[in-house]
């Protein structure tokens, strides 16, 4: 069974500092992981997808993941954060056959302190 | 490219009320997906197509819940009747083909009162 974990429901960064998502994944075979934004009222947004090619993945908007399969985690990084990063957060895995679902974790909604 | 459109945004319905949602997925997607959103949890998927074929509905409710997708192109959600926990966001989403990046719609707002 497919299952991801996200710690922290609510993080809080000030502008311009680091912004750390943490994301870990319950898989018996390598999945693919993906992180996806939501803004209020509005649907998901793929930021980034690891599909086991470079375990380092660059997305949208100046964020990165790292897959690290021995610690079993996909955590979603921004260097330095701004306001309009403020929004909720979902890591997904999915397998990499069969149907191909997402399964999302419970989300973390990021807060940006001017 | 027009993305994936989704109608209504809002709806307000009575619990034992009927309710329908409608998906209409970016040109060329053959496979379609609508998710539950309850607040403060991440989507969960009720039923997948591909093309007008279904390929996973282990999720739905069938008893109440319901969906068709006839001519592989756009789609309809159905709740009958309506209880007070389906209220949440349904969100549609499309892709190329299985196992490729899903797209997103901005989803329907269903409260049962």
């Known amino acids: 069974a497919q299952s991801v974990t996200q710690l922290g429901s609510h993080v809080s960064v000030s502008e311009g500092a680091l912004v750390l998502l943490r994301c870990n994944y319950s898989?018996?075979?390598?999945?693919?992981l993906f992180w996806y934004v939501q803004y209020p009222n509005q649907g998901l947004q793929l930021l980034l997808k690891?599909?086991?090619?470079?375990?380092l993945v660059k997305g949208i908007n100046g964020f990165e993941a790292e897959f690290k399969k021995s610690e079993t985690s996909f955590h979603l990084t921004k260097p330095s954060a701004h306001m309009s990063d403020a929004a909720e957060y979902f890591c997904?895995?999915?397998?990499?056959?069969?149907?191909?679902?997402?399964?999302f974790g419970t989300g973390t909604r990021l807060t940006v302190i001017p | 490219e027009a993305g994936v459109a989704q109608s209504p945004r809002y709806k307000i319905i009575e619990k034992r009320q009927s309710v329908a949602f409608w998906c209409n997925p970016i040109?060329?997607?053959?496979?379609l997906y609508w998710y539950q959103q309850i607040l403060g949890q991440g989507p969960k998927l009720l039923i997948q197509?591909?093309?007008?074929?279904?390929?996973?509905d282990s999720q739905l409710p069938k008893d109440r819940f319901s969906a068709e997708r006839l001519k592989g192109v756009d789609s309809t959600l159905k709740i009958q009747p309506a209880k007070l926990e389906d209220s949440a966001v349904y969100l549609c989403?499309?892709?190329?083909?299985?196992?490729?990046?899903?797209?997103f719609g901005p989803g329907t707002r269903l409260t049962v009162t």
């Open positions: 989403a499309s892709s190329l083909v299985r196992g490729r990046e899903q797209y």
């Open positions: 898989s018996s075979v390598p999945p693919y």
């Open positions: 690891y599909t086991s090619a470079a375990t």
């Open positions: 997904a895995v999915s397998p990499q056959t069969g149907a191909n679902n997402l399964f």
């Open positions: 040109s060329g997607h053959a496979t």
């Open positions: 197509f591909q093309n007008n074929g279904v390929v996973d």
